[in-house]
Nanobody, 116 residues
Framework: QVQFVESGGGLVQPGGSLRLSCAAS????????MDWYRQPPGKERELVAR????????NYADSVKGRFTISRDNAKNTAYLQMNSLKPEDTAVYYC?????????WGQGTQVTVSS
């Protein structure tokens, strides 16, 4: 079955960086787009970034453009989210996600806290 194992979250000071990883299994990873979503405390989940499976085109939420970079290594079945110049408003649980045919799949989430 489809599984994701996320890692890389933690506590970081404003202006700092973190790199999230999402190791995938159970499907043909290279054939599908991968997304990173986040859910801040008390707010709805929102799409942060997307990368396509083949040509690796990317899209970002306006709030993270120029600071976050999504990438993937299809040989390792892993997606990444490099987060630079972090702000307190980036504090959230971050989830990797993919949509396969008629179903959506989510990782377990990793907490990112930006605070001094």
């Amino acid at each position: 079955q489809v599984q994701f194992v996320e890692s890389g979250g933690g506590l970081v000071q404003p202006g700092g960086s973190l790199r999230l990883s999402c190791a995938a299994s159970g499907f043909t990873f290279s054939g599908y787009a991968m997304d990173w979503y986040r859910q801040p405390p008390g707010k709805e989940r929102e799409l942060v970034a997307r990368i396509s499976g083949t040509n690796r085109s990317t899209n970002y939420a306006d709030s993270v453009k120029g600071r976050f970079t999504i990438s993937r290594d299809n040989a390792k079945n892993t997606a990444y989210l490099q987060m630079n110049s972090l702000k307190p408003e980036d504090t959230a649980v971050y989830y990797c996600h993919t949509a396969l045919l008629f179903a959506r799949y989510w990782g377990q989430g990793t907490q990112v806290t930006v605070s001094s």
